[in-house]
């Protein structure tokens, strides 16, 4: 078995916001299994807002700071690059389908909260460690710094 890889503290505002992703994603669960009963279509509402409120700045500041150099590093057809803009492309249209979408709400809410749970492990165990190897210490300086002076994109 091959060590966890040490989040780069430069990285950490990005693993905060997947903190709280993951945790709306759980309200979903939550919901499903009638630990935390709520109204399926005000659930939809409450998550669309978060994902049009919050986590989009999120896939934002991914896309506009961290994408631009790793691609730089390992080309634009890395099949990690690819991979990361299918499921933010997947993820938007899943969250734009919980409000506006045809058929079952709850079979939408249960597509957007698994493709996040899913999207943010991957992230976590592959996408930003393969970008803390291939990124220079000047650049996770920069992408930090950028990071720091945007905030949080998701509130606890
Ligand atoms: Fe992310």
Redesign the pocket.
Same mark, same amino acid.
């Given at each position: 078995m091959t060590a966890p890889v040490r989040r780069d503290p430069r990285l950490v505002p990005?693993s905060h916001? !997947?903190h709280v992703a993951l945790f709306r994603a759980r309200e979903v669960v939550l919901a499903v299994d009638g630990v935390q009963p709520q109204e399926p279509e005000s659930l939809a509402r409450h998550l669309a807002a978060f994902f049009d409120g919050e986590l989009v700045q !999120?896939?934002e500041a @991914?896309e506009q700071h961290l994408l631009p150099p790793f691609v730089a590093h390992v080309g634009v057809d890395h099949p990690l690059v690819v991979e990361l803009m299918r499921q933010h492309a997947e993820i938007r249209t899943l969250a734009a389908a919980l409000t506006d979408g045809e058929g079952d709400v709850w079979e939408r809410l249960k597509a957007w909260s698994t493709a996040i749970t899913a999207h943010?492990r991957w @992230?976590e165990r592959e996408w930003f460690n393969a970008v803390q190897e291939a990124l220079t210490e000047d650049e996770l300086t920069v992408i930090g710094e950028a990071l720091k002076r945007a905030g949080p994109s998701c509130k606890v």
């Open positions: 990005l916001d !997947h !999120h896939f @991914e943010v @992230e």
